[in-house]
């Protein structure tokens, strides 16, 4: 089955310690992207990347790393989490010919307390 | 920069009406993109608008876009419950960044 898969879904941390969510996808689609959303806010992008070893930032990118290694995963790190990342984050991946359309994973909620 | 705006940002309608909701964006955004996201859910892709005048339907839902305008309008007819659910636009500047609208968060009543 054809999708995009976030670990860990909940996970409730303290400041400053550093955490990593996993994102994966068995799409073979080069473009992936990682999104905040926020009650008011929409979604937020936070960085993206176009290929393997390719990222860039999107509108919301401080406090955030990302790298691609592989063109299946996309790992997002908090090296220093603080409670204004507390918000529910939201991987996506697209092919970069095609429709255009954007897959996203389940869904990542996190607490930073 | 691009900036999408949503209205209205709460819907709520009886079943069987008709309504629209409308996405205003600021600058020019390469394409438009409808979204659907259920309540504790992730998004489900609607939309993809390419071009000025593009309309799609599916169902009950018809996307347009109005480049001039910088308009895209989501009309939904004959409303049913199934259809409550948050709905998003977002545009694109460049290929690779999304700019998301704040969302309308759609109530259906019987």
């Known amino acids: 089955e054809a999708q995009v898969t976030q670990n860990p879904r909940y996970l409730i941390t303290v400041t400053g310690k550093k955490l990593t969510v996993t994102c994966s996808q068995n799409?073979?689609?080069?473009?992936m992207s990682w999104y905040r959303q926020d009650p008011g806010l929409g979604l937020r992008q936070i960085y993206y990347s176009m290929n393997v070893e390719v990222t860039d930032k999107g509108d919301v990118p401080e406090g955030y790393k990302v790298s691609r290694k592989e063109k299946r995963n996309f790992p997002l790190i908090l090296e220093s989490p603080s409670p204004n990342q507390t918000s529910l984050y939201f991987c996506a991946s697209r092919s970069t010919g095609g429709t255009d359309t954007q897959y996203f994973g389940p869904g990542t909620r996190l607490t930073v307390l | 920069e691009l900036k999408v705006e949503q209205n209205p940002l709460f819907l709520s309608m009886q079943e069987g009406k008709n309504y629209t909701i409308y996405c205003n964006y600021s600058?020019?955004?390469?394409?438009l993109y409808w979204y659907r996201q259920d309540p504790g859910k992730s998004l489900e892709s609607l939309f993809v608008l390419l071009s000025n005048g593009a309309v799609k339907q599916e169902g009950r839902l018809m996307a347009s876009l109005d480049t001039k305008a910088r308009l895209s309008t989501l009309h939904i007819t004959a409303a049913v419950h199934d259809l409550s659910a948050t709905y998003f636009c977002?545009?694109?500047?460049?290929?690779?960044?999304?700019?998301f609208g704040t969302g309308t968060r759609l109530k259906v009543l019987a």
């Open positions: 799409m073979n689609h080069e473009y």
């Open positions: 600058t020019t955004s390469d394409r």
């Open positions: 977002a545009g694109s500047s460049g290929t690779y960044k999304y700019i």
